[in-house]
């Protein structure tokens, strides 16, 4: 059982950043994959994140140059630094975990196993 904990939401200003953080506890055995997901009111989840053991990434295009993830071993903690914040941001930011991420990356939604109850993120332009 692995259990993940977000915080480091809130609101913002266009232009602004965020640190977002996903404290990973329990059972490491399925988290060599982690992942950074979003859910605006009434849009689907969105994939924009991607982060395995072997140090490969992949972000989806709306995020590329202002989002990186990143993960401390020595605490267990997954980040998501966000800068040049847009409006479109806005949504409920998950973490999420797999016990591995396959050859392409980013991996199917199915491959995810556990997932915190995420983060809020609201920006004001």
């Known amino acids: 059982q692995v259990h993940l904990v977000e915080s480091g939401g809130g609101s913002v200003q266009t232009g602004g950043s965020l640190r977002l953080s996903c404290k990973v506890s329990?059972?490491?055995?399925?988290?060599?994959?982690m992942g950074w997901f979003r859910q605006a009111p009434g849009k689907e989840r969105e994939g924009v994140a991607t982060?395995?053991?072997?140090?490969?990434?992949h972000y989806a295009d709306s995020v590329k140059g202002r989002f990186t993830i990143s993960k401390y071993y020595a605490q267990n903690i997954l980040y998501l630094h966000i800068t040049s914040l847009k409006p479109e941001d806005s949504a409920m930011y998950y973490c999420?975990?797999?016990?591995?991420?396959?050859?392409?990356?980013?991996?199917?939604?199915?491959?995810?196993?556990?997932w915190g109850r995420g983060t809020p993120v609201t920006v004001s332009s």
């Open positions: 329990g059972s490491f055995v399925s988290t060599h994959c």
């Open positions: 999420a975990t797999a016990a591995d991420c396959g050859w392409l990356l980013p991996p199917p939604l199915e491959k995810y196993i556990y």
């Open positions: 982060l395995d053991d072997d140090g490969r990434t």
